[in-house]
């Protein structure tokens, strides 16, 4: 019974603090952080719990940082469910009773205050992402190290949900585009799945290195409405899956013109089809597994074709390749700041300090039914 | 009835200059090849007939050769199917009613005599290999220029049948090993069909480069003496297809140290397994298809495991690399010359002047079924 009324006390201090100096305040006092957090892998809906602790002020090389804008990324979803190789690190840091771990991998920040020790280029207000999986991103306020963060130089031009979302989706397509088969421009690539979040960059980045990409989607009654969608995005053909597997019809389409690199995020019967349609020489890369089947390759296509296969994971690319990424965080953010890169649709849920948390899970429900629909993204409020 | 005497008049003609003269009669008269042809893609038991014609004495870069021995590879089977992508040209110019094509692929042969414009170091009595797929060497004499030939500086302690299989099955094995996982001495790699000519070649390469092999057999009832016999080759482990998919067994052989590199001549649920078995980053290489069934990668060791799938075909890789090629026969050769590699089991057939199409059927026929039994291989008689 005394305990209530401490805890109170204390997180209207708090608020007291945060509500006076906005986020300048934690340079001088604790900031009060609310988050997601999981103690054990399992289903989101029965394992996450949403927590509060207090961050102090930062020392030495500590950065404090307020998150602004988290995604839901469906391998945030298989992380919870302890299906993803990707493990975070569980910890009584938080001060949860049992060992717990924040989820979410992306997300962007905005400096709150630094240690004395950090580089001084970094000022509060600055905005960065993460530079790596594991940070956990679902929570409103995190310290942070310079190594976990890339930042962002120029926020001109960019919305919170563009910066937030750049790290992910679009820097898996860069990467598959540029790192497997030496695309030229004028030549083809293929892709299943081309409505999702990958997908859609794919073909933008596609139109702005002057790739020609054959987008193939699921069939379905709205078929045109979608065609016409992507082809404004930049894509040069958009198909069912049921056309990409006509020969006549996809020999008409390229003319003949070899297809150097498939994308995969289907796999089963998908992504054989993707094998036929590739050209001697080409490259098959798989980064996800939408209908949860294995895919054959005939050893014909290996063999004679000399088809390669491989996959990618932007989460372990990341961890081995600091400087490239971030300029390919540069050359994204520049040509979203231009005007030639658009949005993947998405819908955001509000994260203020008296967000419950069933709101909170809609969005991560959402994400585990929705693989292609609109990503969901957690704004928090700047209170 | 005026034909035969006619045709028996030349032949003994022939037979006569040959015999008188040996090989080297050629430079001064026509030579004499018999040869198995097909002018249509068939079962070889249809489709094959034997075949003479009389070659000219060579002029300018003609040079003529004598067939010493010639295997049969699974390739030339599926060649004379038509079920094989490399298809070997049809042509008159041997002188039968339609259209034919001589078969097989690899072949030995012994040069007879040289066109003026032949380069002077190759001289009558050296040894030469194909050079490149398509040749037809299931035939007795030939026609060739330097570029078919690969020429065998020095046959001191190599026998015919070596030299003959030296640039399917011993260089496929070779280009696998050294290709694809940059494999270090110490570093292991696992391979289905462990006792077919390319499986047995890979272990003792493997060997010789100090790499640990595992090798994968078909479950039979005498495992024993076969493991006993791929390990006196060098083979690290031999095991079973069963004791192959047992993780626990997997982990004990190798310590938990990773396996780089995988070859499949199998397909079907062995290759799946053999992605499996492979470590991070590993790389699963396909030269053959035994079981006629494709296989399934599953993504996640595609996309987390950054597992590579590959193809291998020695007839591509040769048309493309003349100077690594004729380095690569020497390495092997030498090997050879040392006591270093030993042969592959094989079953000779005799060809000389009166053998009949239904004896030179027999090995064809035997490799129709038994593709890891003995090789067949021609053995051409100097008459």
Redo the contacts between chains.
């Keep these: 019974m005394q305990m209530r009324p401490l805890v109170l006390r204390r997180a209207s201090l708090i608020k007291r603090i945060l509500t006076t100096h906005r986020h300048y305040s934690t340079r001088f006092g604790y900031a009060h952080s609310r988050c997601l957090v999981f103690s054990r892998f399992g289903q989101p809906e029965k394992v996450l719990k949403l927590h509060s602790y207090s961050i102090p002020p930062p020392y030495d090389d500590i950065i404090n940082v307020r998150f602004i804008a988290s995604p839901i990324n469906p391998a945030d979803i298989n992380q919870i469910e302890g299906v993803y ?1 990707e493990k975070p690190e569980f910890t009584l840091g938080l001060g949860t009773g049992d060992k717990s771990a924040v989820p979410g991998n992306e997300g962007l920040v905005e400096i709150v205050s630094c240690g004395s020790k950090v580089n001084p280029s970094i000022r509060p207000g600055q905005w960065a992402i993460m530079s790596g999986p594991n940070f956990g991103t679902w929570r409103t306020y995190a310290q942070a190290k310079e190594s976990n963060l890339i930042m962002i130089p120029d926020k001109e031009g960019i919305s919170p949900v563009q910066a937030a979302t750049v790290s992910v989706n679009p820097s898996t397509a860069y990467r598959m585009l540029k790192d497997f088969a030496g695309l030229e421009p004028g030549e083809y690539f293929v892709q299943n799945a081309a409505n999702s979040g990958v997908g859609r960059s794919a073909i933008q980045i596609g139109r702005l290195w002057g790739l020609k990409s054959i987008n193939i989607v699921r069939d379905r009654p709205d078929i045109d409405k979608l065609k016409e969608e992507l082809i404004s995005l930049g894509g040069t053909e958009v198909i069912t899956e049921t056309e990409a597997k006509d020969k006549r019809h996809m020999a008409k389409i390229t003319g003949g013109q070899p297809v150097k690199l498939a994308l995969n995020c289907v ?1 089963g019967e998908s992504a ?1 089809n993707l094998a036929r349609i590739l050209g001697y020489n080409g490259h098959l890369v ?4 939408m209908s949860k089947l ?20 932007i989460s ?1 690319w990341s961890k081995e390749n600091d400087a490239a990424k971030s300029q390919m965080i540069r050359d994204i953010l520049g040509w979203i700041r231009d005007g030639e890169f658009k949005d993947i649709p998405y819908e955001t849920t509000k994260w203020s300090e008296d967000t419950r948390l069933e709101t909170l899970m809609e969005p991560v429900k959402r994400g585990i039914s929705e693989y292609s629909g609109r990503k969901g993204i957690f704004m928090m409020e700047d209170d």
């Excluded at 798989?286 to 597994?289: D, H, I, N």
């Excluded at 054959?296 to 994971?313: D, E, Q, R, T, Y």
């Design positions: 190789p796999g054989t798989t980064y996800g597994a294995p895919f054959s390759v005939p050893a014909s296509a290996l063999i004679f074709k000399n088809i390669h296969c491989h996959g990618f994971w372990a």
